[in-house]
């Protein structure tokens, strides 16, 4: 096998980053690909500051035992999605802005092309559809993989519609996360499959089993409540201002605690803070290295998005023996966790906190036990990625 270039917009410990890491780790361990084979291509940075935090975050990660890393400009450099723009700002300033930015890493990737060639590259994985616009850029034989993870709006603007155009046509094969995900690539079934995020979740049992009083102590959490924790990162669209509602409006008998886990950007985040030094059932504990840790204490795990989420954080919550607490909206595909409803899984009318209250009630009456459930997918998911990287 040839070298491969697996290109990540994110190198964070959470959700698209974590998976992305697990999934690496188990190919190299496996001897699915040798170590030497591969090149680790991330987003660079121009402020120093972010320059810390991305080398501290490398030193914490499986990223940190390999030998070829590099910085390249992606679109994430510059902290945009190029994707998220209105239909109707398509004449605006900040579209001029993004072509601007689009302009200028393109340019900086011409450089990059003449690199790929030498290295005798034979594949290239990229980690997230808001990587597409490299597709621009990269050489015609190369196959290429990319794993979609983002549920987004394809007819919201040319420019979206252009993305889907350059996808289709240039990668070969197309990973999507789950059912709602491949929506938008299901016409295309010779190069689409659905592969679940890897989720190994052996050390968060044994913590739950063996250490659940002890971490209660070290992050300051009443043992004797019930614990819903919203993990992941802080922004407007995950819907930790309705969390924060529901800590305020539903904890009528005092039953509950709220745990807020992740990072955010400063505006946002610092609203999530002011709620939560007014009310006492709310906790923001900042992002935790070893997440295992807050879902050993965690028993109901809820996403507040205002569409039907099956991320990374949702298959944890499972896997570590947690409740799971899902908003849906009408139309939504739930096939994929239908074993579960009602069991594991619960799902509430989104952003509708009396909804959300009566799905606590059916799991306080349900019970809290793990109910034989695997703790992890691992030997599935390498089994369906090793083909993939077998082309």
Same mark, same amino acid.
């Given at each position: 096998m040839g070298k491969i270039i697996f290109i990540t917009h994110d190198i964070g410990i959470y959700g698209a980053s974590k998976s992305f890491q697990i999934t690496l780790k188990n190919l190299i361990e496996k001897g699915i690909i040798k170590k030497s084979e591969v090149i680790i291509v991330y987003p660079k940075t121009f402020r120093k500051f972010a320059k810390i935090i991305t080398e501290k975050q490398i030193n914490n990660?499986?990223?940190?035992?390999?030998?070829?890393?590099?910085?390249?400009?992606?679109?994430?450099?510059?902290?945009?999605n190029v994707m998220n723009?209105?239909?109707?700002?398509?004449?605006?300033?900040?579209?001029?802005?993004?072509?601007?930015?689009?302009?200028?890493?393109?340019?900086?990737?011409?450089?990059?092309?003449?690199?790929?060639?030498?290295?005798?590259?034979e594949k290239i994985y990229l980690n997230s559809i808001i990587l597409w616009p490299v597709l621009l850029v990269l050489p015609k034989k190369i196959k290429i993989i990319m794993h979609i993870r983002e549920i987004l709006d394809f007819n919201s603007n040319f420019i979206a519609k252009f993305a889907k155009k350059l996808i289709i046509k240039k990668c070969h094969k197309l990973i999507?996360?789950?059912?709602?995900?491949?929506?938008?690539?299901?016409?295309?079934?010779?190069?689409l499959v659905i592969i679940t995020n890897p989720v190994d979740m052996k050390k968060a049992r044994d913590y739950k089993e063996n250490k659940y009083k002890y971490l209660c102590e070290k992050y300051k959490i009443d043992p004797k409540k019930i614990h819903i924790a919203l993990i992941g990162r802080i922004n407007r669209r995950k819907g930790h201002g309705f969390f924060c509602k529901l800590a305020k409006d539903s904890d009528i008998n005092n039953i509950f605690e709220f745990i807020i886990v992740g990072k955010g950007q400063n505006e946002y985040l610092n609203i999530i803070l002011e709620n939560t030094k007014k009310m006492d059932n709310l906790r923001y504990l900042g992002?935790?290295?070893?997440?295992?840790?807050?879902?050993?204490?965690?028993?109901?795990?809820?996403?507040?998005?205002?569409?039907?989420?099956?991320?990374?954080?949702?298959?944890?919550?499972?896997?570590?023996?947690?409740? &799971?607490?899902?908003? =849906?909206? *009408?139309?939504?595909?739930?096939?994929?966790?239908? #074993?579960? +409803?009602?069991?594991?899984?619960?799902?509430?009318?989104?952003?509708?906190?009396?909804? &959300?209250?009566?799905? =606590?009630? *059916?799991?306080?009456?349900?019970?809290?036990?793990? #109910?034989? +459930?695997?703790?992890?997918?691992?030997?599935?998911?390498?089994?369906?990625?090793?083909?993939i990287f077998n082309l």
């Open positions: 990660s499986y990223l940190k035992n390999l030998p070829n890393k590099e910085e390249w400009i992606l679109p994430t450099s510059f902290g945009i723009v209105e239909y109707n700002n398509i004449f605006s300033s900040e579209i001029r802005r993004i072509f601007k930015i689009l302009l200028l890493y393109i340019y900086w990737l011409f450089k990059y092309k003449k690199k790929i060639k030498n290295e005798s590259i999507a996360i789950d059912k709602q995900t491949a929506k938008d690539f299901e016409n295309y079934k010779e190069k992002e935790i290295k070893n997440i295992d840790e807050i879902y050993a204490i965690t028993h109901v795990v809820i996403r507040c998005d205002d569409f039907f989420p099956l991320g990374r954080t949702v298959w944890e919550g499972l896997y570590s023996g947690c409740k &799971v607490l899902l908003p =849906l909206n *009408k139309g939504d595909n739930i096939r994929e966790i239908n #074993k579960y +409803l009602n069991k594991e899984v619960f799902l509430y009318n989104s952003r509708d906190i009396k909804s &959300v209250i009566t799905e =606590l009630e *059916k799991i306080i009456k349900y019970g809290f036990d793990e #109910k034989n +459930l695997p703790s992890d997918n691992i030997a599935e998911n390498i089994k369906k990625i090793k083909k």
